[in-house]
């Protein structure tokens, strides 16, 4: 996970993107739950859990609170099993993490996520790119259309750039960056820094 970030940039609101992972679960099945992800290591049932964990730990990365939802590096632990009420729980987490960001306090000083201490500058926009990279593994994985803010792409594409050959800066969070022409759509091209193919669907998942 890289630290590097235009901190002198506008705030983004990360409600949005928060919102789009919202209406995209409205088009989940139960039979899409064992299917795969874009993400190899997490069945759909795995990504969700691990969405709904990661909107906590940036709800008390946002409020400098240090405990297990915020000193645990990425992939260091199995997601927890999707609780049963999954459908009324993550859109109420996921517009409690957009919220908690749009406090203008958050964003000053230090805080931690993923076992960084990082400028809260920093991990307000990796709390925007956790949004916009796993809406898009979620359309992917139940075949609906993604839609993200272009100017949202933008800093989530800046916020991975930099850690594009420097594998440490990475860390385990993204995989090795996927070569997408230049003159690719944003999209294309955040999905493909993000370690992905951006022609993924869940028919050439292997």
């Known amino acids: 996970m890289s630290s590097q970030s ?8 990360l409600g949005p993107a928060a919102d789009e992972l919202c209406r995209l679960l409205g088009g989940v099945r139960d039979e899409h739950l064992a299917g795969p992800t874009p993400c190899p290591q997490y069945a759909l049932r795995e990504l969700l859990s691990h969405v709904l964990g990661l909107s906590v730990a940036f709800q008390d990365a946002a409020h400098k609170k240090s405990g297990p939802t915020t000193d645990t590096p990425p992939g260091t632990v ?12 993550l859109p109420e987490s996921l517009a409690a993490m957009a919220a908690a960001w749009r406090e203008p306090a958050t964003w000053e000083g230090v805080t931690q996520v993923g076992g960084l201490t990082l400028p809260a500058t920093v991990t307000g926009r990796v709390g925007l790119d956790e949004l916009v990279v796993h809406g898009w593994d979620l359309a992917r994985s139940t075949g609906q259309d993604f839609r993200a803010a272009p100017g949202d792409l933008e800093i989530a594409y800046a916020f991975l750039a930099p850690s594009k050959d420097d594998p440490a800066a990475r860390g385990s969070a993204f995989g090795p960056p996927v070569d997408v022409p230049d003159e690719a759509p944003m999209l294309d091209r ?4 993000s370690g992905r193919d951006p022609g993924w669907t869940a028919g050439t998942a292997r």
């Open 78 to 89: 199995a997601p927890p099993e999707l609780p049963e009420d999954w459908r009324a729980a």
């Open 6 to 13: 235009d901190t002198h940039a506008p705030l983004p609101d």
């Open 190 to 193: 955040l999905i493909g820094m």
